[in-house]
Every structure is written in C-alpha cells, then in structure tokens.
C-alpha cells in the first residue's frame, strides 16, 4: 500500500472549490465557470496519479483520526470500484460544468448552481471514497441534501420545489433506514471500517441480524436508486435544470445506491434473500421503468423512466449474485453513463432551441439541427442495445446471464421478463429518434431549432465518441472493468469484453427484443391512447396524501400536547422529575449517613423561623405585587445571614448587595406592571399545583438532606493547598475566580454583559413598537408624591457617594486575600450609583454619567481577556497568573497579581450590566411621560416654597 | 443545622414551584427568584455545612476550611441569576405592554394571530 494521505485531498477539494464560485461570478460567467472547473480538473488530475497503483491491483488507502471514541475516522481508500467511480463523477462534472456554462440562461445565478454542484460532487466523491461507514453515511446524507438545492434551483418553479421536496424525503428517509442497517453491520463486525467489514462476509452471513441489517441497506439503496416502488421522486426531480438531470441521473445521485449494493456485494450477496429481494425489485423495475417510459411525452420524463428502467436492469444484475453478472453490472455502469448523460444533454439541447420537450410537438429536426441529431441518434441507438455501440455489449451480457436465471425452480419468468424490458427499451429509445428527429419539418415549433454554439454540444459529443469507441474496441474499457469488478466480487474476474459472441440465446433475445421495439413503436399512438384512457395510480398524488396525513398526525399530537399552557407544562416538568428522583431513591440504595449533626444555636432558629413565615408571605400574599416584594427580600436577607453563619463571607456580601439590585429591578418593573394579580385559579387548581409543590420541594429537601449527612470527597483540597502557593491569595474563594477556574467567570461575566445589552436591546425594540404608544397614552396615579427628589435624601446620598465608592474600592482591593472582589466591588459600586439616581433623578444622574455602560461592559471583557492572553507572553496556558510583592516605604507591603487586573474586568462587566439593566427600566420611565428633572432637588428650600411647587406642576401637566 | 438547611432548601422550592404554576407574569417571576434562592443554597450545600471555617487561609495556625469550590460557583451563579431575572422581567414587561395583558399562557385567540401571515 501506498501513502494514500492524497485521497483525503481529492475529497476535500470539491468542498473547498464550492467557496469560490460565489466569489467568481463577480468576475463573469467565464470565469465563474473556468474557476469551478479548477478544483475537478485538479482532483481528476490528482485522483490520475493513483491509477498505476489502483491497475495494480493495490488498495491506497489513508486514516485520519476523528472521533476515535466512536469507531469514527475520516478513512479513505480507493480500489477499482472506487477509482471508476470517482473518475465518472469527475469526469461527467467536468463535462457538466462545460454543459451548464452555456445552458444556463443570464437570469440564473450562476454562482449558485457551481456552488451546488461542487457540494454536490464532494459529496458523492465522499461516497465512493469513505472507508468508514459512518463517514459514508454523512456524505450520503450530504448527497441528499445537496441533490435537494440542485433539483430546486429553480426556486421559481413549484414542480421544481415539489420534486426537490419529494427526493429529499424518499431519500432521506432511506438514509435513515441505511444508517441503521450500517450500524447493525458495524455491531456485527466490531468495527466501523469497511475494509475490516469487507472481509468478514462469512460472519456477517451467519448473524441473526444479517436480515435486518440487509433490509435496511437495501431500503436506502432502493431509495436512492429509484427502485420500485420507490422510484416515483425520480421522475418529478426532472424539474431541475437539465445539467443537473444529466449529472445527477446518469453518473451520480441514483448510481449511489448501486454503487453501494455493489460495494456491499461481498458481505450482503450471494443468499437467498438477497436473489429475492434484489434480483426481483430490480426485475420489475426494469420492466415497469421501461413500460412507462415509452408512453411519457416529455423528452426528460422518457430519459427519466428509462433511468429507472437501467438502474433496475444494474440492480437485477448485482442481484443475481454471480460473478459474471457483476462484470455485466460493472461495464453496464460505465455503458449507462456514456449514453444516458449523452442523452440529457441532448433533451436539454432540443429544449434550449426549440423551447419544448414534448415529444408529439417535435419531429423532423434532424434536417434543422443535424449535429444535435447525429449525437441524439448514436447515443439512443446504444441505448436500445444496438449493435456495433457499447449499450450492445453490456445488454448481450445482461440478457446472458438472465437467460441461465432460474426464479423460484423456474427457468422462464426472469428471461421472459428481460426480454420484454428490453422490446419496451428498444421502443422507446426508437420513439426518442424517430419522433423527435426523425419525420417531416414542423412549421409550429415554439421556437425554431438550429444547432446550438460548439460549448454546448462539445460534451455530448465527447461522450458520443466514448459510446462508439467502446462499442467498437471493448478491450479499451477491459482493465477499468476488471479491477472494478474485482472489487466489487472480492475474486480475481477475468472479463472477455468482446462485441460478436456468436449466435447465442441472447443474440436471439436481443433480435426479439428490435422485432418487437419496432412493432411496439409502429402502433404507438393506439397503445398510447389506450394507456391514457387506462387507470393509473398517480405516485405523486399518493405521496402527497401520505405526506399530508403525517402532518395533520404530527400537528394533533403537537397541538394537543404543546397546546400553550405554560403552567401545565412545567407541572408535569415538576411532577416528571420527582417521579425519575422518586423512583430512583426507591430502587437504588442509599448508604448509612456518615457526618455528624451540627447543633443550631436558638439565633437561627429565628432566622429558618423568618425565611420560613416569609415564604409562606410571599406565596399566600403574591396577589399584591408591592406587599410580596418587601416580603421576598426579607428571605434574601435571612440567605445572607446564613451564609455568614455557615462560613461563606462572600457568598454573603454577594448575595446582599445583588438582594438590593434585585429588589430595585422588581420595583421598577412593577411600576409599569398591574399592581395587582386577579384571582384567576380555581380551589382545584390551587389544591393540585399545592401539592405538586410540597412534592417538589420535600424532594429537594430529602436529596439535600440525604447528601448534607453524607461524606464526600471533592477536589477542594487541591485548591486549598495551591491557592497561596500558585494564586498568591489567601481568599481561596476569590482565588478560584479569578485564577484557578478564571475560563468559567470570563464565561460568566460574559453572558452577564450579554444580559445586560439584551435587556438594552429589547427596550430599544419595545420603544419602537406598539407598546410606545400605550406608553404615551398612560395616566399616572393623581396621588403621586409632589416631593419626588426629597431633600434629605438627597444630601445623605451625595455624602455617601464618595463614602460607598471608598468602600467598594476597598472591598475590590482585599478581594485576594480577603473576602470581597470584583463581583462584590462592582455591584456595591452599582449601588451606590443608583442611589443618586434614585435620590436625585434619572436626568440629573445621567448627565453626570460620563462612561457609557455599553462601552463599560467592552472594557471589562477586553481587560479580564487581555489579562488572561497575557500568559502566553510568558509562555503559560491561557490565565495563568502571576503575582509579587512590591514595598513602597512608607506604606506596608503590597501585593500585585495579574489576577488583579482580572478582576478589574470582572469589576467594570459587573458595573455595566447591573447599570445597564435599570438604565433600560428608567428609560422607560421616561419614555412614559416622567417629568425631566435638571436640578436634584424638586424643592429647593434656598428658593420660595410656592415658586418650586408651581413649576414642578407645569411640568407635569406638559 | 442540616436539618434546618435542607427544610429551608425545601420550603423555597416549594414556594417557587407553586408560583411558577400561577397564571401571571409577575409570580412567575417572583417564584423564579424564589427557585434562584433554592438552587443557589442547594448549590452552597454540596460543599457540606461548616461553622466559623472561612476559606481564607490563615498563615499562622493549621485550621480547618469550609469547600470553597462550591463557593465560588454559587457567587458566580447569584450575580447571573440575577442577569436572568432582568431579562424575564424585560421580558414580562416587554409582552405586557404590547399586549395589554401579563397572562402566560396562551388562549386560541393568540394561537390564530400567530398563524396570521405566515405562508403554508
């Protein structure tokens, strides 16, 4: 084996290349198309350097680890299978690129379609590259997606958004299937890589769940591959534009699914099973394919049933399970491929001059557009099966080995059966020359056909020469065909592609076959009219029927469960909890307490006492919204207290100073809230979700309790031990903060800003919406105080102001060793800020405000992150602190920390927020028509009393 | 002490889960605070209760420590608690004015105003 760490390039590059032609198109369609063109060409050209090594016989293959832990690796590896793959959808890409550049007309976004395609490719690419199956199955869910953009590039179209719809569904839905059956095939196995998988076709056989794994496979592969009866999304994908339909219907998306039961041919094939099923849905689908084919008046429709007509014909062959069937399979494959996008490109050709498709209204356009003609005739001429084109060999092959079939101990029905696929094959693809070039001159064209610029019909020719040249010089294709079916049979095949066998049975079939196809064609429009008068089931209309049964089944499950009661939902959240929690404490075991009860002196008593009476306060008062609020900080500051007692000093002063924010956001808030709640719940009502709280909350209780009298071994002991020796503080506390788990505060004081321009975000919307106007037209409450900035509080508070900043400095400076730091400091701060706006005034405050609280936020978070990238300068892991003393001397010994400069962060993203946040409420304030007040003081006593008085009415009447 | 924690730990959930099942906007918030307190004390309580044992180190006597991990995300957890009780309540505010109403749940009337001008 070679170094193959090129494979792993060669599919990557599509994806790559899918960037660039969004970019191009600036520069014109040319080069749009020329740039799209690089990264195939460059993989073709790449994927070229490996075919001495592949002809060899050898596998190249290359391992990236991806996710180990799930048996997940971006394997690749390419064998013959896989090399005449990918050299089909490079090459047929290439040709489609070249095809679409002039196909498409100017009001189509190019840039789109490459980059589509491109998608498109790489994922197929992925395919026929993986060797690991989970890989496999996201680049075929990929196919599916990215088939679905190309089929609905016509967005415009609804038959095109329909059939994108339908394909993605049947697909996808088969992908699903698929996913499990690779996955039992893994379990199987004991490994996810198709190589190990590959070679334990025995096991895989004699496994109890080779049946289920078979069915689900083959569910995506019949999807995929348009096998009956699954085989009606391929038909309405024909909505797409005709490059797309050549690229995706000839050498691509459907030949996935045969690629991958070839792929799977030697652990899944070769059982009864897989004969019945196999062989038998690709049988009828051949025959079907084909019967319907002959009778659509579409040029595309045709081409697209006799797609289905060939894919089933490749299944039946990969279905029989014998080697020489597989080598018809293989060279049937590249023979399908030549013809067929031939063929699109002819249709799309026909359809870009003359503006239509439908046959009845073509004819005779063999003298119009003779080059068009001459290419449409070879390629529908090897289709058929005739002699000396390359559809002959393979169809001469095909007919061979369903001549020694035997179905069910009988030796008729399958060659019976494919010979009659084959007179309907014949008969359409003579309808396609006869009806369409052949026939007099029409003078009712939509629009007269001539013969198309040479970039259009260079790629259908090149292909007409390749379906020619390997009719004519089989030995061409021979070693191509060898080591593909050598990988595909897993045996040494030895493939004699010759063009004269003799006169053999399926020389005779095949001369049946013409007599009948040419019968068949002369009597067509009696059978036509037949067939239109018969009834037929519409596939379409019974997947929309299927389609919209599940969503009326998904919509009355969703809205009888997700029916908008929020109070219902989060009772059976509660409820649901306590039953998984109650049912574990019953059935799991619970060891012996081990800690010891810690007495409780008569003082908290007093407090559980007050926490407990306050909530019961606050539940049974919650009706009146002012009165609950005094009540809910009483238990915040009981909490406090606790903290204090249970040795947590920071917790404390944290939860003090955010008590008082809480309780200043609340109050504001309610002011534009109904003060107070009505009385809405019934006895029941309240009776039930009383007891699906006690439910809960003695739930809790019982888990706390069970967990307070037990031991328990944490990682704190670590912290304890480091946080001098590397935090340099002695506040382990503050020191976990700002230096041990600093990653998770930069987090939090993140989300913390984030909350905070939310809030600014949403009052911003709000004031420009319909709630502006409710605000206008708000009255306030006649018995509103006159006095709204009283004197006293005003002098106290700007007294305290320097008082209460010294503080929180203070606290911010001791934090490392002490309790405090940036989260205390920045909320005393914010308090203290707030009280001037509350004892002076919003307008008066703010136009003392020089620092906007947005920008505050930003430095916060710029300062704590460039503190901690300030470690890689040393060369240490992101927030790596590092810390000293300094000795100034008249004071005493001081210590630095980079940790401080983290908290400062902390500090500033702190202050911002909190302010942010009831900066957002006053404006609302404001908004609703609160007088502006300039000076702090609505009564000024240095002024006469009447004068203040009159002028603050005049405000408030404006 | 522990029996006084867990009770208290208990008696807050139960208060906050029996207003989250309220109608209106503003006990909703009020029991949410309610459920903060909870999680917050639960939260403190898994490092185990300790009396007079801060987490400051002391440089000259070998005492015992109360688990400051714990702590430490709970002081963290109580400023964002606090974040998230601002955005409900802009929220609430938010969709009381616009509809002139604070009920939470949602009737018919509104479910048939949502589907208003959406394209099938």
Known sequence: ?958 | MEMIVASAIGVLTAGGIYLILRLRAFPVILGMALLSYAVNVFLFATGRLAVNAPPILNKYADVSYSDPLPQALVLTAIVISFGMTAVLVMIALGAYLEADSDEINMTDEDDAQDTEGQGV
């Open chain 1, 1 to 958: 084996m070679n170094d193959g760490s090129i494979l792993a390039f060669i599919a990557i590059l599509p994806f790559l290349g899918a960037l660039v032609p969004g970019i191009m198109i600036r520069a014109g369609r040319n080069a749009c198309a020329s740039f799209t063109a690089v990264p195939t060409v460059l993989a073709l050209i790449l994927l070229g350097t490996q075919v001495p090594a592949v002809m060899r016989g050898e596998v190249v293959s290359t391992t990236i680890e991806w996710l180990p832990q799930l048996g997940l690796s971006a394997s690749f590896f390419l064998d013959g299978l896989g090399l005449l793959f990918a050299g089909m959808i490079l090459g047929v890409g290439l040709l489609i690129i070249l095809y679409a550049r002039f196909y498409l007309s100017g009001d189509d976004p190019m840039g789109q379609f490459y980059t589509y395609l491109l998608l498109f490719q790489g994922a197929m690419l992925g395919i026929v590259l993986s060797d690991n199956i989970l890989l496999l199955l996201i680049f075929w869910e990929l196919t599916s997606l990215s088939s679905f953009l190309l089929i609905g590039y016509w967005k415009h179209l609804p038959e095109g958004r329909q059939g994108a719809r339908m394909a993605l569904t049947v697909t996808g839905a088969g992908g699903l299937a698929m996913i499990g059956g690779m996955l039992i095939l893994g379990n199987i196995v004991g490994s996810y890589n198709l190589t190990d998988i590959l070679a334990q076709g025995d096991v895989i056989k004699a496994s109890e769940w080779y049946m289920p794994a078979l069915i689900l496979i083959l569910i995506g592969a019949f999807t995929k591959s348009a096998q009956f009866p699954f085989h009606f999304w391929l038909p309405h994908a024909m909505a797409a534009p005709t490059p797309v339909s050549a690229y995706l219907h000839s050498a691509t998306m459907v030949k996935a699914g045969v690629f991958l039961m070839a792929r799977m041919w030697p652990v899944l094939a070769g059982t009864d099973a897989w004969f019945y099923i196999v062989a038998t849905t690709g049988l009828i689908t051949m025959v079907l394919g084909a019967v319907i084919a002959l009778f659509k008046d579409d040029l595309k429709g045709l081409l697209a049933f006799s797609t289905v007509s060939h894919l089933g014909l490749l299944t039946m062959l990969l279905g029989f399970g014998t080697k020489a069937a597989a080598i018809a399979a293989v060279f049937h494959i590249i023979n399908h491929l030549t013809f067929k996008a031939a063929l699109f490109m002819t249709a799309g050709i026909v359809d870009h001059e003359a503006h239509t498709r439908d046959i009845k209204r073509l004819g005779g356009l063999a003298k119009l557009m003779p080059i068009t003609a001459i290419i449409g005739t070879i390629t529908a001429l090897s289709m058929a099966g005739t002699i000396p084109l390359n559809g002959f060999i393979s169809k001469e092959m095909m007919l061979e080995e369903a001549a020694h079939t035997v179905w069910y101990n009988n030796p008729w029905i399958v060659p019976v059966l494919a010979t009659l696929g084959a007179c309907f094959s014949v008969a359409y693809s003579f309808r396609f020359i006869f009806h369409v070039f052949g026939g007099p001159v029409r003078d009712d064209y939509p629009s007269t056909p001539h013969d198309p610029p040479f970039g259009l019909y260079a790629a259908p020719a090149l292909l007409t020469v390749l379906v020619v040249a390997i009719g004519a010089m089989p030995f061409l294709a021979e070693p191509l065909v060898t080591v593909a079916a050598n990988a595909v049979t897993g045996l040494d095949t030895h493939p004699h592609l010759k063009l004269w066998h003799g006169v053999t049975p399926a020389l005779w079939m095949s001369v049946i076959a013409f007599a009948v196809g040419g019968v068949l064609l002369a009597v067509h429009g009696k059978l036509d009219a037949i067939w239109l008068r018969m009834p037929r089931p519409e596939a379409k209309a019974i997947f929309d029927a299927i389609m919209e049964s599940c969503v009326a089944l998904a919509k009355a499950f969703a809205g009888g469960t997700h029916n908008g009661v929020m109070s219902r939902y989060l009772a059976l959240l509660v409820v649901a909890a306590v039953a998984v929690g109650a049912h574990a404490y019953f059935t799991g075991g619970i060891s012996a307490p081990t800690r010891e009860i810690l007495p409780v002196p008569p003082l908290v008593w007093v407090g559980w006492l007050s926490l407990v009476v306050a909530t019961w306060l606050v539940v049974s008062q919650h009706r009146n919204r002012f009165r609950s609020l005094v009540f809910i900080s009483i238990i915040g500051l009981v909490i406090s207290g606790g903290f204090v007692y249970l040795s947590a000093p920071d917790l404390a002063l944290t939860q003090i100073s955010v008590e008082t924010v809480t309780i200043m956001l609340l109050l504001l808030a309610l002011y534009f809230l109904p003060k107070d709640t009505p009385a809405e719940s019934t006895n029941g009502k309240r009776l039930r979700d009383a007891v699906v709280a006690i439910a809960g909350g003695g739930a809790v209780a019982a888990l706390a309790m069970a967990f307070l009298t037990r031991d328990v071994d944490s990682i704190s002991a670590y912290h304890l031990a480091n946080s001098y020796k590397g935090g340099g503080g002695t506040n382990v506390v503050n020191v976990i903060l700002v230096d041990f788990r600093g990653y998770d505060t930069y987090g939090e004081i993140i989300v913390l800003g984030i909350a905070g321009l939310t809030i600014f975000a949403l009052m911003d919307a709000l004031l420009r919406g319909p709630a502006a106007k409710r605000l206008r037209d708000r009255a306030f409450s006649p018995d509103r105080s006159r006095d709204r900035h009283p004197l006293m509080m005003v002098v106290a508070t700007r007294a305290m102001l320097p008082m209460a900043v010294m503080v929180g400095l203070y606290i911010f400076l001791r934090g490392h060793n002490q309790p405090g730091g940036g989260f205390v400091a920045g909320l005393v701060i914010s308090i203290a800020l707030l009280m001037q706006y509350m004892a002076s005034g919003f307008a008066w405050a703010q136009l003392r405000q020089r620092i906007e609280y947005h920008s505050m936020i930003g430095w916060g978070v710029i300062i704590a992150g460039l503190t901690g990238a300030g470690a890689w300068l040393a060369g240490k892991p992101f927030l790596t602190s590092a810390y000293g003393y300094l000795h100034f001397p008249p004071i005493e010994e001081f210590e630095w920390a980079t940790a401080m400069a983290f908290d400062l962060g902390v500090f500033l993203a702190v202050l911002g927020a909190v302010m942010l946040m009831l900066y957002s409420l006053s404006r609302i304030a404001r908004f609703a028509g609160e007088t502006i007040n300039v000076t702090p003081m609505d009564h000024d006593p240095s002024e006469a009393p009447e004068d203040g008085a009159d002028e603050q009415e005049q405000k408030e009447g404006q």
